[in-house]
Each structure stands twice: as C-alpha cells, then as structure tokens.
C-alpha cells in the first residue's frame, strides 16, 4: 500500500490507521453495457457515479449479524476497455472501485473469500431522474412512448438509458461462486427525482421514505428495500414516520447501522429492484 493511497483512506476515518490495519480491494460497480433488464447506464451517468460513490460503504451479504463488516470506497475509476465493444458497439466501460476494510478478528474469514474470488456480484443502488427510451429519445420517467423495452425495432433493441443520477446510495457484496460469471446488477430509482416541486414537507417525505429503504436493506437486503418502497409509495408524512418506527424497532435502533456511514441524506429514493 503507497503513501498515497493511505493518505486517501485516511481522510475518510476517524483516526490514522497503518498499512498493516487496512485491507483494500477492487470492485466493478458497473458498466455501460445493457443489462438483463435491458438498461444501461450512459456515459454521462458513469462519470457522475464516478464522483457520488467515493466515501460509499458496502455491505455484505445483507446480514445485520455482519455489520461491522464493511468496507468505504475511497476511490474510484473509469476504465475504457477498447478491445471489447458493448451490444450498441461503444468501447466497454466500466467503474471501479478501490475500497478498504479495517482488519478485525471478525472479518478475517471474509477478507479471505474476498481475496480468493469468492465474492464477486456487487449490487448497487441510485438514483436515476433520466429514463430514456433508446429507440425515440424520451424520457420515460417523464412520459411514455410506444416502444418496450427487450422488443427491436428496425433491428435495434430497445432499451432504456440511464441518466442524470442525482444520489448514489450503498453497495453490496453478494456471495456467488466464484465460477458463476460475475454480473453487475444494480437497483435505481423508479420515479424521477427532478419534476418533485422540493418543498419542506415533500423533502421530509423524501427523508422518511429514503430511511424507510435504508433500514429495510440494512435488515433484509435489496428484496425487502424494493418492498418497503412500494409500502411506502402512497404514505403520508405522518404514516411515513409510523413505518420508520417499525423499522426501526426491527433493525434494533442502531445496533446495525453502517458503521463507517458519516453521509447526510440527500434525494428521496425510490427504489426497484433487479
Ligand atoms: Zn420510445
């Protein structure tokens, strides 16, 4: 590990560590590649995940009996791979992600599954306000056209594009054998974040609904975030703040938090899964 890599992990605890504390790794958060739902980033929203997933925790597996172990993204990279083309035939790009853990007695197993390729599937979770239909241009979040996604027209496959991400939240490490080609999925919002009028009480909504997902991926991973957003989606302020409670009460009031999180929240999340 160099000075300078050090320097950077260190700006992101609480007090100086040495080399011999720290683990770090690498990780492909995501790419420019249509997925199985027949989305893709575009280029533009790589560059802005580039910049709102530095200082991001990780979780594993999802298991709140695991939570301190995590690991922050202390740096990231967007890699252009020329060799290899995308199904659209742009140059295959990806983001990387340098992150690092703090080396304890109880992450020890899992620092060696990580370096023996054990854990590979990253899932990550953001927030896209742009969706745009990739055949006529328009952005699906705002109106509909005609086109559905998976269907080709005039011999090129619909798909949508991701655009404008306004908030990135956390990422995780799923637990897959390492023989099992390590895909990239992700969960981002369903509902632009840009036509919302911002006023206090749509912000507080917007918080509420944001922690609501938090603590139902903290306590049951990405499947119950997607659940509790829906349960959410036609809540009140006050109802809001009930459920909060409940989740809450079942996560165990910061028992499991992400312990390296030092992040304020931000946009509201409306979360879907894949
Ligand atoms: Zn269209």
């Known amino acids: ?25 690498s990780v492909i ?28 925790t990780g979780i594993f597996d999802h298991d709140a009996s695991t939570s301190n172990q995590n ?19 742009e140059p295959y790009r990806y983001l ?6 703090v080396r304890t007695e109880e992450n020890k197993n899992l620092i060696a599954e990580i370096d023996g390729g054990i854990k590979k599937e990253v899932s990550i979770s ?27 027209y005039n011999g090129a496959k619909c798909h949508i594009v991701l655009d404008d991400i306004t908030d990135a939240y956390e990422w995780s490490f799923v637990a897959v054998p390492a ?6 999925t ?9 036509k919302s009028a911002g006023g206090t009480a749509d912000e507080n909504e917007r918080r ?40 809450e009460r079942l996560v165990g009031h910061g028992k499991t938090e992400v312990q390296l999180s030092t992040e304020t929240e931000a946009e509201q999340p409306s979360q879907y899964k894949l």
């Open 1 to 25: 590990m160099t000075q300078e890599i050090l320097d950077k992990i260190n700006r992101f605890t609480r007090r100086e560590f040495t080399a011999d504390e720290l683990y770090t790794f």
């Open 29 to 56: 958060l995501c790419d420019n590649e249509i997925d199985r739902d027949n989305e893709r980033f575009s280029d533009g929203a790589l560059e802005q995940l580039k910049t709102l997933f530095v200082g991001k």
């Open 71 to 89: 690991a922050r993204i202390f740096a990231t990279e967007l890699v252009t791979d020329e060799q290899r083309r995308t199904k659209t035939g």
């Open 96 to 101: 990387k992600a340098s992150a690092y853990m």
């Open 126 to 152: 953001c927030a896209a306000a742009k969706r745009c239909c990739s055949v006529c241009g328009c952005d699906k979040s705002l109106q509909s056209c005609s086109h559905i996604k998976g269907r080709s």
């Open 179 to 184: 023989q099992v080609n390590a895909g990239v």
């Open 186 to 194: 992700k969960r981002f919002t369903d509902e632009s974040t840009a």
């Open 208 to 247: 509420l609904r944001r922690e609501i997902r938090r603590l139902a991926f903290v306590s049951g991973g990405k499947n119950a975030a997607a659940a509790a957003e829906l349960m959410a989606r036609g809540m009140n302020g006050a109802q809001l703040a009930g459920l909060m409670k409940s989740f």
